[in-house]
């Protein structure tokens, strides 16, 4: 009868550990992407989130605000693929969560990060800045408020591919003046 429970034991206790490592090792990454990120760039993170069913994981999400001053849809662009290039470095780098991703390596298809902007008062940025870029599912957005509430005035748009491209674009402008 104490082997019985004793196995019973043992097999619960493994069950929940099991269950318990994609959760522990979720909790590691994010705090990582979310500390390099707020280190690196000044960013503040207001939200974390997860697309996963059943432990499948399709994506981490991740929304900040920035309040270090205006930024036009460049600044926005390279800071978006900064952050971004943080966020894969440390979720593909992770093998015991590796097992529970959709797809392994993650790219822009299993990318959500929100950017919002404000003032040091914490009032949204209007036009003709950026109020808030993002990444969601290989899709870059970029939109405009010209008053302090929703809807926004205007939107952009751009693929994953294309970002890069006008990334790499603007880079070399920099370098050039």
Same mark, same amino acid.
């Given at each position: 009868?104490? #082997? +019985?429970?004793?196995?019973?034991? +043992?097999?619960? +206790?493994?069950? !929940? ?14 705090? =990582? ?41 460049? =600044? ?22 590796? =097992?529970?991703?959709?797809? @392994? %390596? ?10 919002? +902007? ?6 949204? !940025?209007?036009? %003709? ?6 990444? #969601?599912?290989?899709?870059?957005? @970029?939109?405009?408020?010209?008053? %302090?509430?929703?809807? #926004? ?16 674009? #603007? ?7």
């Amino acid at each position: 009868m104490y #082997y +019985f429970i004793l196995v019973l034991a +043992f097999i619960s +206790f493994s069950t !929940i550990n099991a269950e318990d490592e994609f959760t522990f090792q979720g909790r590691i990454v994010k705090e =990582k992407i979310v500390n390099e990120i707020q280190e690196k760039f000044g960013l503040k993170c207001n939200g974390i989130g997860a697309a996963a069913f059943q432990k499948n994981l399709s994506y981490y999400a991740f929304s900040f605000v920035d309040r270090s001053g205006e930024k036009d849809i460049f =600044k926005a662009r390279k800071l978006l693929l900064e952050c971004a290039e943080i966020y894969f470095k440390h979720i593909n780098s992770n093998e015991l969560l590796r =097992k529970y991703m959709v797809k @392994y %390596p993650f790219d822009f298809e299993n990318c959500d990060i929100c950017i919002y +902007f404000e003032d040091s008062n914490k009032n949204t !940025i209007l036009e %003709p800045y950026l109020c808030t870029a993002y990444i #969601y599912i290989n899709k870059f957005g @970029y939109c405009i408020q010209d008053n %302090p509430s929703p809807p #926004y005035k205007s939107a952009m748009f751009e693929s994953a591919e294309e970002a890069i491209s006008k990334n790499n674009e #603007y880079l070399k402008f920099l370098k050039q003046n």
